[in-house]
Each structure stands twice: as C-alpha cells, then as structure tokens.
C-alpha cells in the first residue's frame, strides 16, 4: 500500500476535478452521454459530487444494451473516433445479452494501474510468479491483471486452454506464488490435485487471489479454500467488463474490500427507491468511472449489493469506501422461497462450512402453486457418513433460513464442475 493515505476531503477534491474534466470531455464528444447530460442541465462545471449525483440520471445495463442494438455493433458510448481503440472486451453475458465495449491505450493504462493497486494490497511484488487460470475469452477478467502483472515486474504464466491438471503442472514446475481465479476454480483445481495425489501443501503458491463471483469474502468458503490450498492466503477483488478493477482487499480486515476512489465515485442506494442507504445497510453499488473516458459510465446501476462499511479511517488507515462481506450478490439473484429472501452467497456460506461437501447445486422448481427448493449435494471421498452429513446440512440451512432445503446425495461426478463462474443456481 502507499504510504500516504488521503482523508475524505482528499479523496472527494480529487474526484470532483477529475469529474469535470471527464464531462468536459462527455459534453462534446461521446453522443451517449452528451444528450443525457444536457437533458438534465448538467454542465462540466458541476458545483459538486452531490449535485452530480442529485441531477444526472443512472445509467443502467439496459440502456446501454438498446443502444447497441439500435446502432451495431458498438453503440454511440464511443467519446473517440473507432480508429482510437485498440481492446474489445464483451461481458460474460450470464445476465443478459451481452456488451460489447471497446478500450483505448489510455482507458487501458487506467485500468492496469487499478489492478496494481490490488496486487499491492495482497503484498505482491516484482518477486512474484502469477499463473492466471483464466481461459482469455472476450470477457474482460483476467487480461487487466496479467498485464500489470508483467508492468510490475512480475513472471506472468497464462493457463488459458489448458486442463486442470496442465494448469497444476505449470503450477507446480513454475513455482508460482500467486494464482489467479475465480474461486470456484480454485476449490475445482484442489479437487483434480487430490485425485492426482498431489499435495498443494508442496507447492509454493502464497496467495490465491480470486475474483469472479462471490466466494473470497465468505468466510466459509475462504476458509475451505485456504484448508485446501494449505499455506496460501485467500485474497479477494472484484470489478466488471463495464467497470474494470474496482476494490481491493483491506490488508487488516478480510471480510472488507475497499473501492478504489481515486478511480470511481462510488454510491451505494436502495435497489428499489434509488436512495442512498446508510452506512451498515445493504445496498446496489452504483459506479462512475474517472479514468476510462474512451468508454465511460456515469452513475452506473451495477447490480451488486454491498454493504459500505460505518467505520472510517479503517484499521488499514484507508479512508476509502470498505464493503463489509464483499460482494454480497446481486439485486436480481435474490430467490423468494415462501417468504424467504435467499441469496446464493449466504447459502454458500452454509454449505461451505461443511469440509464433507465436494460440490453442491441448487434447484428451484417453479412449475408449482409457490417455487421449491432443494440441494443436491456430492459428498467428498473422505467424507466417513454422507447421510449424516445430508442431515446435518439441512439442520443447518433449516437454522439459518428458517426453511426447510431438502439435502439429497448424488454420486461423485454427477454435478457440473466450473472453470470460471460457476452456475450452481438452476431453475426447473
């Protein structure tokens, strides 16, 4: 980390100057948000972040999605000629119809710096050798990563296209210290190393930094991973095709991740009223970007809910915006099961904390008078009784949800494993 850490009043002076010069820019050049900005009187000369954020409209994925649509194959959120970019990244597309969205060096180089910023909150450095397990498709992922990685000074390994047990193997006669990957696959490539009679104790990895889906801040499920890659640190990040890197992980307190405020202006608001929420309260963080002017966002409906964090300076002594628990989930992932809000990262926290499960997929069956629920459940080789672990889990979750989530064993092998997100949530 630096070694000076701005106040509030800092970081809020450095984001208002860099939000004038962003709609400066906007205003004359980028079509998308030139006409909003105008519809809604607001001018590069913005008196604050609060009038920003009083006056300009969010943008949502939607939006940004007919806009593609009605001018192929880019849109009009383009602030430069089409000779200017030099990156095409696209969304995953597991929300949706998926977004094309175009990079400039400039909004690249920006993008790079962010990264570092959480490999020097993981303490990692020239020294390091970083294996990202990441299949290099359009999505943008990993790419921003491993090129930092490389500005950093560090031996970068990219493991797209390979097996599992390839991707070990290069872990292994590389000495690796640092792996990159979602968490599920973190969790995936443990699996394929005990099947491999490999012990990860023996390898060098110290950090396993994760992004992806929510999983490095659920204490339940970073745990499980640390068990199985023993030795290493659990690090988490996350950031959006849209947005690219935006939080780090506090290096004192591991259940928050802080937003890189030098490069966003962060809100977090009520899904449903679009008012800010106070600090302690579950939320939708909305983002502006400051630095990717090429293919900017103002006031952007991210759909991740978090929690901002009450406690400022954090112990780490950063005055940046914490996230309390990560990413939370998503506003559209929340399942109603008689009454009952269920998020997918609190029903992994329970069933992560039971070292028995292999792998796990949950079923809503909707074609009834009120959706069903039920769990299928592998249970590991080393597990001596899965029919008390199946008891056991449903006692729990019954515990944690008030709701009874019928348990039932499948043989080993029977669910889907996942190389990227993973997609445990299925409806019938």
Known sequence: MKSFLPDRSTIQLDQHEKLKALLSV????????????????????????????????????????????????????????????????????????????????ESWDWMLHNWMRVFEAAEISAHDRIVVAFSFAPFLGFWTGFEAGVRMGCLCIPGGGLSSAARLRIIQENRATVLCSTPTYAIRLAEVAAEGNLDLSQTTVKRLIVAGEPGGSIPSVRSRIESLWKGARVVDHHGMTETGPVTYSCPRRR???????????????????????????????????????????????????????????????????????????????????????????????????????????????????????????????????????????????????????????VPKGTLPRFDMKSKRWARV
């Open 26 to 105: 906007l205003l004359q050049r980028n079509p998308f948000y030139s006409a909003r900005l105008r519809a809604a009187g607001v001018s590069a000369s913005v008196p604050s972040i609060e009038a920003f954020a009083r006056d300009v409209p969010f943008t949502r994925k939607q939006e940004l999605v007919d806009d593609q649509l009605r001018t192929p194959p880019y849109g009009t959120n383009l602030t430069y000629p089409l000779e200017r970019y030099t990156r095409l990244s696209q969304t995953s597309g597991t929300t949706g119809q998926p977004l094309r969205w175009l990079d400039t060096p």
């Open 255 to 409: 259940d928050v991740l802080h937003v890189i405020e030098s490069a966003f202006i962060a809100e977090v608001v009520d899904p449903k009223t679009g008012e800010p929420v106070a600090a302690g309260e579950v939320g939708e963080l909305v983002l502006t970007n400051l630095g990717r002017w090429g293919s900017p966002l103002l006031r952007y409906r991210t759909g991740d809910l978090v929690r901002p964090d009450p406690n400022q300076p954090c112990e780490c002594g950063s005055y940046e915006l914490g996230l309390e628990g990560g990413i939370r989930g998503r506003a559209d992932d929340v399942v109603v099961i008689r009454g009952v809000n269920l998020y997918p990262s609190a029903v992994e926290d329970v069933v992560r904390g039971y070292e028995g499960v292999l792998e796990y997929r949950v079923e809503i069956q909707n074609g009834m008078s009120l959706p069903e629920i039920k769990l299928e459940v592998e249970a590991s080789p080393e597990c001596a009784d899965p029919a008390s672990l199946a008891k056991r889990l449903e006692t729990s979750l019954r515990t944690a949800f008030a709701l009874r989530i019928p348990v039932l064993l």
